[in-house]
């Protein structure tokens, strides 16, 4: 069991906003603002969409933004495009000096 | 552009042994902190363990504790994770990725992975 916890999917229609959440501790995701989104396809690596809570890498669509409230984070895609379906994650620093994952949410676009 | 490749991955019986390797390219390896994280089949993401840009500390999950060790080589460019007392629930996917800085922060580059399958 992850110790950040995700919902293991959630669906859209294209154009949609949707947003998934990632809730945790004050330990982790409410005690500090070191939360990451990562996107990953099938069978290909990770990719950072969100770090920090709120930045962008740079490359990353503006359609991706993220933000906390207390301990939990979230990471809301506007428009949504049929490219968006994939697997997110979230990671969060922790105050026993170790990093977290979330269990990951499917995106199915619909 | 940011390149991390993985290697040494394979089959290997329980409590046995393997070291993967990390070449890095692309930025200037000896200035970040670098991890490894694994993702078993059909799984989520686990972080495994953490090294400071010198090598001074290292981190690691209560899972992999003991039995782990992660060391870097800055003048070759190369991470590595010796995995020792290897167990049929270590079988995943490996990933070395780098830190944004050298603070233990969630990774910003990942490598494609090298997959380390633990059976008899």
């Known amino acids: 069991q992850s110790a950040l916890t995700q919902p293991a999917s959630v669906s859209g229609s294209p154009g949609q906003s949707i947003t998934f959440s990632c809730t945790g501790t004050?330990?982790?995701?409410?005690?500090?603002?070191?939360v990451s989104w990562y996107q990953q396809y099938p069978g290909e690596a990770p990719r950072l969409m969100i770090y920090?809570?709120?930045n962008r890498p740079s490359g990353v669509s503006n359609r991706f933004s993220g933000s906390k409230s207390g301990n939990t984070a979230s990471l809301t895609i506007s428009g949504l495009q049929a490219e968006d379906e994939a697997d997110y994650y979230c990671?969060?620093?922790?105050?026993?000096?170790?990093?977290?994952f979330g269990g990951g949410t499917k995106l199915t676009v619909v | 552009q940011v390149q991390l490749v993985e290697s040494g991955g394979g089959v290997v019986q329980p409590g046995g042994s393997l070291r993967l390797s990390c070449a890095a390219s692309g930025f200037t390896f000896s200035t970040y902190g670098m991890h490894w994280v694994r993702q078993a089949p059909g799984k989520g993401l686990e972080w495994v363990a953490f090294?400071?840009?010198?090598?001074?500390?290292?981190y690691y999950a209560d899972s992999v504790k003991g039995r782990f060790t992660i060391s870097r080589e800055n003048p070759k460019n190369t991470l590595y994770l010796q995995l020792n007392s290897l167990r049929p629930d270590d079988t995943a996917v490996y990933y070395c990725?780098?830190?944004?800085?050298?603070?233990?922060?969630?990774?910003?580059?990942w490598g494609q992975g090298t997959l380390v399958i633990v059976s008899s």
């Open positions: 090294i400071r840009l010198d090598g001074s500390h290292e």
């Open positions: 004050s330990n982790d995701v409410g005690g500090y603002n070191y």
């Open positions: 990671s969060s620093y922790t105050s026993s000096g170790t990093l977290e």
């Open positions: 920090d809570v709120t």
């Open positions: 990725a780098k830190d944004r800085l050298n603070h233990l922060l969630p990774p910003e580059y």
